[in-house]
């Protein structure tokens, strides 16, 4: 019976095979990517899967009113103009903005987008009142954009968006708001059918969606930036969370494109003439110290011992180059980068002096307890990599111990903060994170406010000096101004070394010889646009 | 995977012979079992397959023991600039793990943990297992009703399926998965327990039993502990090597040893991603889980047809 299954099978894709050969050339083109997730993130227009089910089920269908510019691989990517012509906060009143809309674009269903859909789409997750409000957008939304408090229509084609407090990252916040045709939801007034034939007004239309198994997308050649129209026909994104699975599929001709191959299939994948493409992304492997009071990392030198302990070459060679070290929760190179006058290195010299000085030593070793995951996205390859730095603090006097925990229970416990009972005691936790917004690399962390239940200050740091620096960042609405301040921040997260910064994540994908013009930008999401096949 | 179902484990009740009804005289019963055991050694020792694994396996498990002693590389210190080394290199025999580590020594080492967590959960079930087993099929009624039901509630859970519950449940460590594993083997046990003792509660000489006033302690002692624990350590034996890739695959998952401590699953685990770049040695630990469990397998299949006085 499963024999018979097979060979059906087997027959099946061979015939495939032949009709895919027989198809002339200049027919329509395909780019099947592998995803690293478990699942089709949600097509609810809010995608859930973290910023991997923004990459591939929010950006392509959808727009949102702020867009990165992910047009270089060179430069760090900003905030540009998308479904919004221009922003511009009040002058008298810091919390209302006035976002000018564009207009003439279209819906994937011919209906226009204007003030009235864009409320409709921050009333999706903001106003209760409404039938279109989803709890289940909520969750996968506000997080992102805790200050947002509602939006108001003025014309047709201009609104004001209003904050609980003056906030200059609202720009950046609204990347994560997706515009969704009003018309297509009125049909069923369910999120939930909506998700089966998902419209927006990204450069990709919804063609099909099998759960678990594929997403289907076609180009939608009425997108508004005609720079932007995409080069292949088709898109079909497959999931598939076991990286050698991914390498197989690739080796196999059942994609045309992976991400985040394991290292060590790297050489072999280049050496069979597969592109392997890379670019330093926000994204940074750190461990988050409980910094409570009566904890051992209340002391800065302790924390500054562990910063020098670990030589992160060893870790880069680990990864097989695929990362670069890391000084900061920030590139060196990045504007909000600044001048710490602590140099995070390896110095293992200095680590012993610090932690001597501490009350620690030969008699005295330091015994701490590190929740981590075995695997999950982003996370790299957490038990080699945690093992590593256990071997080398434990050369300085450091003892450490796992707690090694399912990667969606660390995730919720990385919420619960180090105060509940299931941190189990640990003096840090280890998950990766993405910075590439000030909200997500310094505010959500650094606030003594974002502790448990709001947001993930999971080590409560409560620093009177740093709520300043935030708050002043927060409240510069000059983009250079709001750089400067940024940097001050970062500085201090250094000095103060709440955060030991191991590396930074390059985001490696492999791609096959047929895929051509894809620039990596330096960001979680991509345009796929560009892509074309040959 | 599926634990090998009770109903298929031969359960022979003339296996083990029962004593003399009318003599309730243990000595004679020791010594009838005496010469019952030494057929049943003389029978495997003819049988090669099963001596070779037996052999196999006591050299694992004396490795394992006595990695102490043995002059191993440290199994914890590596160097990441010798990762990942093939079979045979200089040095390090069968090659090093992704930090560097010595593969032989990681895999002896690791043998400790992963006997350990494949034993000691069937050891535990067995104990717990058949008391519930033999108490229900002794008493009957509802207390019979009453443990081999809640015993089928389990039994609507895939095993692997129950194991990650449980240890998920009380958080990851060897207690803890040891504990899932003890859980999900002891209904298959307790179930074999339970119809062995009903068939021998029907028979005739436990009825003569009763009747000369034997009390239901020698009974359950005498009668049915004689006749019931053949079969039922039968079925364990067989279900060690479930134990092992179960509990390996806890470790996989990250549920079950803590690194750096080594562990046939967890090395598996952290190896797996240079299949692409050294297959050989990230497939040992695999190998190793392989070899033990089929080793323990035939083993038991072995010791079944031994003990089989029908063959």
Redesign the interface.
């Known amino acids: 019976m499963y024999c018979s299954l097979l060979l059906k099978r087997a027959r099946l894709a061979l015939a495939s095979a032949l009709l895919l050969a027989a198809l002339p050339a200049g027919a329509q083109t395909t780019l099947r990517i592998g995803m690293t997730a478990a699942d089709i993130p949600a097509t609810t227009s809010q995608p859930d899967s973290g910023f991997e089910g923004n990459r591939f089920a929010g950006l392509t269908l959808f727009d949102a009113l702020t867009l990165w510019d992910l047009s270089s691989a060179e430069k760090p990517s900003v905030v540009i103009p998308g479904l919004a012509e221009s922003w511009a906060v009040d002058a008298k009143d810091k919390t209302k903005w006035v976002f000018k809309l564009r207009k003439g674009v279209k819906f994937h269903d011919g209906t226009a987008f204007n003030a009235d859909a864009a409320i409709f789409n921050f009333e999706k997750v903001l106003d209760k009142s409404k039938p279109h409000y989803d709890a289940r957008l909520v969750a996968q939304t506000l997080p992102r954009m805790p200050t947002l408090k509602g939006a108001t229509k003025v014309d047709d084609y201009t609104i004001i968006v209003e904050t609980s407090e003056p906030d200059a990252f609202l720009p950046f916040n609204l990347t994560n708001l997706f515009m969704a045709s009003p018309a297509a939801w009125a049909k069923t007034r369910s999120w939930t059918e909506f998700a089966k034939a998902p419209v927006g007004s990204g450069p990709w239309k919804f063609v099909r969606l099998v759960p678990r198994e594929r997403l289907e997308l076609e180009k939608f050649t009425g997108y508004w930036n005609k720079n932007r129209v995409p080069k292949t026909d088709r898109m079909v994104l497959i999931p598939m969370p076991e ?2 699975t991914r ?1 197989a599929a690739l080796l196999s001709g059942q994609v045309d494109w992976i991400e985040a191959p ?4 790297i ?3 280049r050496s069979k003439g597969y592109q392997i493409t890379s670019n330093p992304y926000p994204h940074t492997w750190p461990w988050q110290l409980n910094v409570a009071p009566g904890s051992p990392f209340a002391d800065k030198r302790v924390r500054q011992a562990l910063q020098l302990a670990v030589d992160r070459e ?1 870790l880069r ?2 990864l097989g180059f695929n990362a670069i070290a890391a000084k900061g929760v920030v590139f060196e190179n990045h504007p909000w980068f600044g001048k710490p006058k602590f140099e995070v290195k390896y110095d293992p010299v200095t680590a012993r002096k610090l932690l001597a000085e501490a009350g620690y030593g030969p008699g005295k070793r330091l015994k701490m307890k590190v929740q981590i ?3 999950g996205s982003g996370q790299m ?1 957490p ?2 990599m ?3 730095i ?2 080398q603090l434990k050369e300085i006097g450091v003892d450490v ?6 990667w969606e ?1 660390l995730f919720n416990n990385w919420r619960l903060g180090a105060k509940d009972p299931a941190a ?1 005691g640990a003096d840090a936790i280890n998950v990766s994170f993405a910075w590439q917004d000030p909200f997500f690399g310094f505010a959500r962390f650094y606030d003594s406010r974002m502790v448990a239940p709001r947001s993930v200050n999971w080590g409560w740091i409560q620093d009177a000096e740093m709520d300043k620096l935030v708050a002043k960042a927060r409240g510069s609405f000059d983009a250079k101004a709001r750089d400067i301040a940024l940097s001050k921040v970062h500085e201090r997260a250094v000095e103060e070394s709440y955060f030991l910064f191991w590396v930074h994540d390059v985001g490696p994908r492999a791609l096959s010889p047929k895929v051509k013009g894809f620039v990596q930008a330096k960001n979680w999401f991509q345009d796929f646009s560009t892509v074309s096949m040959q | 995977m599926s634990m090998p179902s009770p109903a298929t484990s031969e359960l022979d009740l003339r296996g083990a012979a029962p004593a003399p009804v009318f003599d309730p005289a243990t000595a004679l019963v020791a010594q009838a079992t005496r010469g019952y055991w030494r057929t049943v050694l003389a029978r495997i020792l003819r049988d090669k397959v099963t001596v070779a694994c037996a052999l196999l396996l006591l050299a694992i498990v004396l490795l394992a023991v006595f990695a102490p002693l043995l002059a191993l590389a440290d199994p914890f210190k590596g160097s990441i600039l010798r990762r990942l080394l093939p079979i045979g290199s200089e040095g390090f025999l069968l090659g090093t793990d992704e930090l560097g580590r010595d593969m032989l020594t990681r895999l002896i080492y690791g043998g400790r943990l992963s006997l350990v967590m494949g034993i000691t959960p069937v050891i535990n079930a067995l104990l717990i297992g058949a008391f519930l087993g033999v108490v229900g099929g002794f008493m009957g009624g509802k207390i019979n009703t009453l443990i081999m039901r809640t015993i089928d509630v389990f039994y609507a859970f895939p095993s692997v399926l129950l194991a990650v519950a449980i240890s998920g449940a009380l958080g990851a460590g060897i207690f803890n998965a040891m504990v899932a594993l003890t859980v999900v083997f002891i209904p298959p046990v307790a179930r074999v327990a339970e119809s062995v003792t009903t068939q021998v509660m029907s028979l005739d000489f436990v009825e003569a039993a009763r009747a000369s006033g034997a009390s239901s302690f020698t009974i359950i002692r005498v009668h049915i502990l004689g006749n019931v624990l053949g079969p039922v350590f039968i079925y364990a034996t067989s279900l060690i090597s479930v134990s092992m890739i179960l509990a390996s695959g806890l470790s996989f998952l990250g549920l079950g040893t803590k690194p750096p401590e080594p562990e046939w699953g967890l090395m598996l685990n952290t190896l797996r991603t240079a299949i692409y770049l050294n297959p050989g040695v990230a497939a040992l630990p695999g190998a190793m889980i392989f070899m033990v469990s089929i080793c323990f397998n035939m083993m038991s299949d072995g010791l079944r047809a031994a003990m089989d006085v029908t063959q």
């Open positions: 990286p050698n390498v394991p290292s060590d299939a050489p072999q994948l060893g060679r680990l995951s075995a695997s390859q038990i080699a945690n093992e590593y256990q071997q111990e796992f707690d090694v925990i399912v229970t189990r």
